[in-house]
């Protein structure tokens, strides 16, 4: 069925480096793809979004990549933090007939960042 | 963005019981959905909750089991039903907000519900 998954389901850096997490999608009908932070024992918080209009997108030390051509989606984070450390969790949302304001999310990648 | 709050943020409940979640949004949103996600694992669509009118279930989830109720456009309940151990999980509410030109959803911060 449709999915959206991640290569890596964990990633650790050093504190200061570049932090790279991917996600594939097999649904080509999905046109708004979203990044979610979740830190222990708290909810989803929004990070990033974007459309299929657009190829990157570029927020406070944030930056994702859309690759429709292969169906994937890149957080790219600069000079990771300590409190960067999460479950980052990639979303689909596919637009019009009944599917509209539904996510499918992908598995997560637990990024631990050490100082 | 939406502020959005969910009680009670967590509860252990015995088996063959229910519990009742509640969601209350700052603003009026039209857009309000229920997600499940199991320990360690990623987040499930259960239902979108429309108001005025009966939820819409996914795959998976039947309206016996996961009651919902929309009385309004910034509150909305999940029930669970007959629980049981398998139930335990976080259960989180989310809305459609934005300025118009870009809504995306936003997470309450959960419930966390462990069934014995």
């Known amino acids: 069925g449709e999915s959206v998954g991640l290569h890596l389901p964990t990633l650790s850096v050093q504190e200061g480096d570049n932090s790279i997490i991917n996600c594939a999608y097999s649904?080509?009908?999905?046109?708004?793809f979203i990044w979610y932070k979740q830190e222990s024992g708290k909810g989803p918080q929004f990070i990033i979004d974007?459309?299929?209009?657009?190829d990157k997108r570029q927020g406070q030390r944030v930056t994702v990549l859309l690759n429709k051509t292969v169906k994937h989606l890149s957080l790219q984070i600069a000079a990771t933090q300590p409190g960067d450390s999460a479950v980052y969790f990639c979303?689909?949302?596919?637009?019009?007939?009944?599917?509209?304001?539904?996510?499918?999310f992908g598995q997560g990648t637990i990024l631990t960042v050490h100082p | 963005s939406a502020v959005i709050s969910q009680k009670p943020s967590r509860d252990i409940c015995q088996r063959g019981t229910s519990l009742t979640i509640q969601c209350q949004v700052d603003?009026?949103?039209?857009?309000m959905f229920w997600y499940r996600q199991q320990p360690g694992q990623s987040l499930t669509l259960i239902a979108t909750?429309?108001?005025?009118?009966?939820?819409?279930?996914e795959s998976g989830f039947v309206i016996d089991k996961f009651p919902i109720s929309r009385p309004n456009l910034t509150f909305s309940t999940l029930t669970v039903s007959n629980m049981s151990p398998e139930d335990s999980s976080i259960y989180l509410c989310?809305?459609?907000?934005?300025?118009?030109?870009?809504?995306?959803?936003?997470f309450g911060p959960g419930t966390r519900l462990t069934v014995l």
């Open positions: 989310s809305v459609e907000a934005g300025t118009g030109k870009t809504d995306t959803q936003y």
């Open positions: 649904n080509s009908a999905s046109d708004y």
């Open positions: 979303a689909e949302n596919r637009a019009g007939g009944t599917s509209y304001g539904k996510l499918t």
């Open positions: 909750a429309n108001q005025g009118s009966e939820a819409t279930y």
């Open positions: 603003s009026q949103v039209t857009m």
């Open positions: 974007i459309r299929s209009n657009m």
